[in-house]
């Protein structure tokens, strides 16, 4: 070890004489100034101008623009230019024979040279360990290991760099080649992993080999134990290809024998590569302070208790317009967003299933007109360069699996090993794929029975299989919206009681504008499933007293006469805006967070709802009107030409009303809920496409938290994180232009002057 250290100190003696290597390192620095002072200063900008931060140590470092990103981007730039003299200089100088001729060794010789590139790469480190030390004094609660797990990255990354740079000066005694050698391997190595794609072995290996991403994995706080064995694979792969290089030139072998020492030493790395990705293998640590990276506490569980084997199989149809998602290049990408619950279950396996068949959202829609069914499908194949025989039919697809009923759209079937089978959907919205949220769910409900839910029919309700303005398709029934109580873990049926009674099963019965009384008959059956304890969603509208006020009765409720105004100059007088009350924020954290952003719950048309305690229920009101500039108006029914005022002779007051009610009662070992609303159109497939220029609506939230309280939280699944704490700097804005000067000046000039410093001495004596 003191010989290689010894070799280290005088190849760093060398380095730093040196103009170069100073160069390097004021222009490094120059770059991370310039970064983290315009990053850092447009930060400081926003929070004096209060739009308020968030995430700033994300932002800071490791966003898209962030100080180790910006520096990851440019690293491979600096490398080859400090190591293409590190070994091409002693074979040009002809000083390698003296190093030949002394008793070290090649292996000596390489992890000296080495160990110098290690340190003054640690040195490039140093630099950004300023900037992060400034963070960490100036970011309120700044998420420390995120940032050095990011650092890390940053290091191994170039360690690797140096390794290769290191393998190119060996082989050639010029330091151009080395240089360009140098760059031309990183660039293989950054985009291999595109090379190959539809092959699946081939797939496995240059996905491996691929450098690009690597230490974006760091960046993201995350460190597994694929990626630093793969940092330790090349480093050592090139360190010892360095060694075996040096010692050729020492000692003549056969060109079969120095092939197989080459080619065995490149198999055993990609034998161990491969081994260390098996998902078996792998092992992870979260770093981050929020635990971004890694499922949340309740997916956890519920992958926790899911015994036995799982298989994902995907359905993907190329003449479908989500095609794209499952191609064989894209297998890779599509692994990944189910990589953090093969983190928790290895087990996991993925097959993917290849048809043709007419989708309801077509491929190519508007092209290949003249051509349809396989001739289609084979013209597509055809261009894209994708072998047709993989693709079944429609024919033989539908002997396997009955697509039908799903348009023939992108389906994923997650299959136990117990037969047990559930679905997972494409989403018509932005993020189109399953979140955290909806896999979770579709696992769940290998564990727990779907609550049943059933809407109530036969006295003209809102309709749960339209799509028209009214009706509640879009949350019920649609199996192309995310949120809906299907893919969100409920059954939704329809159910009339004129004949039969309320099934056991249903769990949470929804009774929407009803338009005609319930038969007494019908009210019998009704009581009958209250009395046990049901769950009941139900929803009334303005002049529908005469039908619904009978029901409630039965609750201590009542639809007052009236519908409810909201002085508003963008929109009709019926458009009111109910706020959450604190019951809301008590009964659900995420409606405590809506409180606290003052988000609104809109209503088209409401009722006033009037409440006593006398039935033996606690009712809470959720959501009120506003105190100021709304009323119940009992006189004007013309809301879009009629005048408005106030008339308090008959009644009218500018006052808050309840429009949600919350009702519980303990029945048994079980506590019977209810929700009652004032509106039926709040929850309407247009309502909930409605967007409203000033109105901050959580309609969305108010359904999907409805439905999880009714449910006792078993549906939708709760994935949300805790809000981030980084969200402030404790320096103002007048501290820009120090922090520039700092960084642009202070610390290029102090390594500027050091390396004059060494120069002007070296050139002295």
Not at 146 to 160: D, N, Q
Not at 593 to 607: N, T, Y
Not at 758 to 764: A, E, F, I, P
Request: aromatic content about 12%; hydrophobic content about 45%.
């Amino acid at each position: 070890m003191k010989t290689i250290f010894r070799l280290a100190k005088t190849e760093l003696r060398i380095l730093f004489c040196s103009p170069v290597s100073w160069l390097i390192l004021v222009i490094f620095a120059f770059q991370a100034g310039l970064n983290f002072s315009e990053n850092f200063g447009g930060q400081l900008k926003r929070q004096a101008l209060e739009y308020g931060l968030g995430e700033v140590t994300l932002n800071t470092f490791a966003g898209y623009t962030g100080l180790l990103v910006s520096m990851l981007k440019s690293l491979y730039l600096y490398i080859p230019l400090i190591t293409m003299g590190i070994m091409s200089r002693e074979l040009s100088s002809g000083s390698i024979k003296f190093l030949y001729s002394s008793p070290i060794t090649t292996t000596q010789i390489i992890l000296g040279k080495y160990l110098s590139m290690l340190i003054y790469g640690a040195m490039l480190m140093g630099i950004l360990l300023i900037y992060i030390i400034f963070g960490f004094f100036t970011i309120e609660n700044m998420d420390i290991a995120f940032v050095l797990t990011g650092l890390l990255g940053l290091y191994l990354l170039t360690c690797a760099y140096a390794a290769i740079g290191l393998f190119m000066s060996s082989i050639t005694s010029y330091q151009v080649v080395a240089a360009m050698g140098t760059l031309a391997v990183l660039a293989v190595l950054n985009f291999i992993g595109d090379v190959g794609q539809d092959i699946s072995f081939v797939r496995d290996i240059t996905y491996w080999l691929s450098i690009s991403g690597r230490a974006y994995q760091f960046l993201g706080g995350m460190i597994c134990s694929e990626d630093v064995l793969y940092f330790i694979i090349v480093i050592s792969l090139f360190i010892i290809l360095s060694i075996m290089r040096l010692q050729a030139a020492r000692k003549k072998r056969s060109k079969a024998v120095t092939f197989a020492r080459y080619f065995a030493v490149i198999a055993c790395a990609l034998i161990i590569g491969y081994v260390s990705s098996l998902p078996t293998s792998k092992f992870y640590y979260d770093a981050t302070a929020l635990k971004k990276n890694t499922l949340t506490p309740g997916s956890q569980e519920v992958v926790k208790n899911l015994d036995g084997g799982l298989t994902i199989t995907t359905y993907m149809n190329i003449l479908d317009a989500n095609y794209g998602s499952a191609l064989p290049s894209q297998l890779k990408e599509d692994f990944s967003r189910f990589e953090q619950y093969v983190r928790f279950k290895p087990e996991i396996k993925m097959k993917y299933v290849y048809y043709y068949a007419p989708s309801v959202q077509p491929s190519f829609d508007g092209r290949f007109e003249e051509l349809q069914g396989e001739e289609r499908a084979e013209r597509i194949c055809k261009i894209m360069e994708l072998d047709f025989d993989m693709f079944l039919s429609q024919e033989e697809i539908d002997k396997v699996i009955d697509l039908k009923s799903e348009g023939y759209r992108f389906l994923r079937v997650l299959e136990r090993e117990n037969g047990q089978k559930t679905t997972l959907r494409l989403y018509n919205d932005m993020m189109k794929h399953p979140s955290e949220t909806e896999i979770t769910t579709a696992l769940k409900r290998f564990l727990v029975p779907a609550p049943k839910v059933a809407f109530l029919t036969g006295h003209g309700e809102r309709n749960v299989n339209s799509a028209g303005d009214r009706y509640y398709y879009t949350f019920a029934r649609s199996i192309y919206f995310r949120h809906s109580l299907i893919n969100q873990g409920f059954d939704a049926t329809e159910l009339s009681i004129k004949d039969s009674d309320i099934p056991e099963d249903i769990n949470i019965l929804v009774i929407a504008d009803m338009r005609s009384p319930l038969s007494e008959e019908e009210m019998t059956r009704l009581e009958h499933y209250i009395e046990r304890g049901g769950n009941l969603f139900i929803l009334g509208e303005p002049h529908r007293q005469e039908a619904m006020n009978p029901l409630l009765a039965r609750f201590g409720i009542e639809l007052m006469p009236g519908t409810l105004v909201q002085r508003n100059q963008d929109y009709l007088p019926s458009v009111v805006t109910a706020k959450l009350t604190d019951n809301a924020a008590a009964q659900s954290p995420r409606y405590a967070q809506l409180k606290r952003w003052g988000a609104s719950i809109v209503m088209p048309d409401a009722s006033p709802l009037h409440y006593s305690t006398d039935k033996g229920y606690t009712v809470k009101p959720i959501a009120m009107t506003l105190k100021e500039n709304s009323w119940n108006e009992l006189e004007t029914t013309d809301f879009l030409d009629g005048e408005l005022s106030i008339n308090e002779a008959i009644g009218e007051k500018e006052q808050s009303y309840p429009v949600i009610l919350s009702l519980t009662r303990q029945r048994g070992n079980k506590e019977q809920r209810i929700v009652v609303t004032g509106d039926a159109d709040c929850i309407s497939n247009t309502e909930l496409m409605n967007s409203r220029n000033g109105i901050f609506a959580v309609n969305f939230d108010f359904i999907s938290e409805t439905f999880k309280w009714l449910s006792y939280g078993e549906f939708p699944i709760d994935t949300s994180r805790p809000e981030a704490i980084d969200n402030r700097i404790l320096v103002s804005r007048a501290a820009t232009p120090w922090i520039s000067a700092f960084a642009l000046g202070v610390i290029p000039f102090i390594l500027a002057f050091i390396g004059f410093m060494v120069w002007y001495k070296r050139k002295k004596f």
